[in-house]
């Protein structure tokens, strides 16, 4: 029995010690975003509280605006195939990393609601955009616009949702993932392949364009980008803001969401529960369409967003409501 027990001692220590090596590796092997490199990466970037911010400007300066607010883990390259189409049709586009992915600034967080919504009220402000404009969010982007317009209402003249989260459900099953210890172990050695072999997978399959892995990789090498994920998924409410859809739905903001039916990640049937908390919904679905519509059937949801701003356009919207 003794044998026993220290073999299975030594055997916890070799586990502990390779756990702990892969950890220092995978921390060794990242690079700092400082100054140095976005001299070396080019863009345009924006100081803000938090941080700073890189974006995009596209269009003319003083056409109508439209902030593209992409998902949890690609940033905003994800939106390279959908501006040009808005931007062909007179608008201005604006689309940007948000912290902690991409080439914007890494903080410690926590990444909550308060930085999500910071993050479009410093570009605004920074930007000086006129203000209503439109906002359009995909996956978890669709969450954060919500949240936002739910706190602003009365700079929001439409948002466009794709893929949005916010209804799907307990998230519980996969909260020992975020625990103290394990969630950072799991993140420093995993995090960054988990989402790069998802992406790797679809550019295989010719759902996602060609240097969209590489990209991914690039931004994905420097420290910081998995803690982000991390600390939203503890600390940001994005699987339930069923409260938040509710406040814009007595807002009268108008409200647009373009969905794959098939969606795997978000899943449609939430599109129900959405409409019930906001009345004025217009949902557009994309029959058989999966999470990856912004990339896989780019053309498509830009020409829906196109239809949905044009709808827009055509018809007289009161000023939003903040609600009591």
């Known amino acids: 029995m003794k044998k026993v027990m220290t073999g299975l001692l030594y055997t916890g220590l070799l586990i502990v010690a390779l756990a ?7 921390l060794n092997g990242l690079n700092e975003l400082d100054q140095k490199a976005r001299d070396n990466l080019g863009g345009l970037y924006l100081q803000t ?3 700073t911010l890189s974006y995009t400007r596209e269009g003319p300066i003083n056409a109508p605006a439209i902030i593209l607010v992409h998902g949890f883990s690609t940033p905003k390259f994800v939106w390279e195939q ?3 189409s808005l931007v062909k049709e007179g608008y201005q586009v604006i689309t940007f990393d948000h912290l902690g992915r991409g080439f914007s600034d890494r903080p410690a967080g926590p990444y909550n609601a308060d930085l999500y919504q910071s993050e479009i009220s410093d570009l605004i402000t920074g930007l000086a955009l006129e203000t209503p404009l439109t906002l359009v969010g995909y996956s978890m982007g669709g ?4 949240d936002y317009a739910a706190v602003y209402p009365e700079q929001i003249k439409q948002l466009i949702l794709i893929a949005p989260a916010g209804y799907m459900g307990d998230s519980g099953s996969a909260a020992w993932v975020t625990k103290p210890v ?12 988990y989402a790069g ?3 790797e997978s679809e550019v295989a399959k010719g759902l996602a ?21 991390l600390s939203t998924l503890r600390h940001y409410p994005m699987h339930d803001l069923s409260h938040r859809y509710k406040i814009v739905g007595e807002a009268g903001i108008p409200v647009s969401a373009i969905w794959g039916t098939a969606d795997q990640v978000v899943s449609y049937s939430g599109a129900s529960a959405m409409a019930a908390d906001v009345p004025q919904l217009r949902i557009e679905p994309i029959e058989g369409g999966n999470h990856n519509i912004a990339y896989a059937q780019a053309q498509l949801v830009a020409n829906k967003i196109l239809v949905a701003l044009q709808e827009l356009s055509l018809i007289h919207i009161s000023e939003p409501t903040r609600p009591e």
Not at 143 to 146: D, E, P
Not at 182 to 193: K, L, M, N, P, Y
């Open 20 to 26: 702990l090596a892969a950890y220092f590796m995978a």
């Open 49 to 51: 509280k938090q941080g």
């Open 82 to 84: 959908i501006t040009p």
């Open 143 to 146: 969450a954060n616009v919500i």
């Open 182 to 193: 394990i969630g950072e172990w799991r993140a420093t050695v995993f995090g960054s392949q």
């Open 197 to 199: 072999d998802a992406i």
């Open 209 to 229: 364009p060609k240097d969209m892995y590489t990209k991914f990789q690039k931004q994905a090498a420097f420290k910081g980008y998995t803690g982000s994920l």
